[in-house]
């Protein structure tokens, strides 16, 4: 894949009488794991938990991705997840809506969905139309 994307950036500055080929390859940034992205060192980490368990939703969603991502432990992640629905992050909101749409807790999904949307989450608007679809065909089987 990524002998494709070079092959693509390559043609494409073949096409570009302005572009030097070495110093845009130069600048193309190395391949990154979603995993490091939210990687947390230890001395941070117990900060981040700190300031968590006191009420920032930030610092909880922020624990939410490092344990989904970089640690892949859902039950922590969802934890954390949970928490920083409750402390009011949106996204957290919206994401949490989700997570129970997948698992087929309609009812749950949906009032997360509509916190999410009364917060002005874009998007949330077509989730619970989903959510609220799925309700529907849950009641008629």
Do not use: C, R
Request: hydrophobic share 40%.
């Amino acid at each position: 894949m990524l002998f494709t994307s070079l092959m693509l950036v390559e043609s494409t500055m073949a096409n570009d009488p302005f572009s030097d080929d070495k110093s845009a390859l130069q600048q193309l940034a190395p391949p990154m794991s979603t995993g490091s992205v939210f990687s947390i060192n230890s001395e941070e980490l117990t900060s981040v938990v700190s300031m968590a368990n006191a009420g920032d939703s930030v610092s909880s969603f922020k624990l939410y991705q490092y344990f989904k991502f970089s640690k892949s432990n859902l039950n922590e992640s969802e934890k954390w997840l949970l928490k920083a629905a409750e402390q009011g992050h949106v996204t957290a909101q919206y994401n949490l809506a989700v997570s129970l749409q997948k698992k087929k807790e309609f009812s749950k999904a949906l009032a997360w969905a509509t916190k999410a949307k009364n917060n002005g989450v874009s998007g949330a608007d077509d989730l619970i139309k989903e959510i609220s679809a799925n309700i529907d065909d849950s009641n008629d089987q």
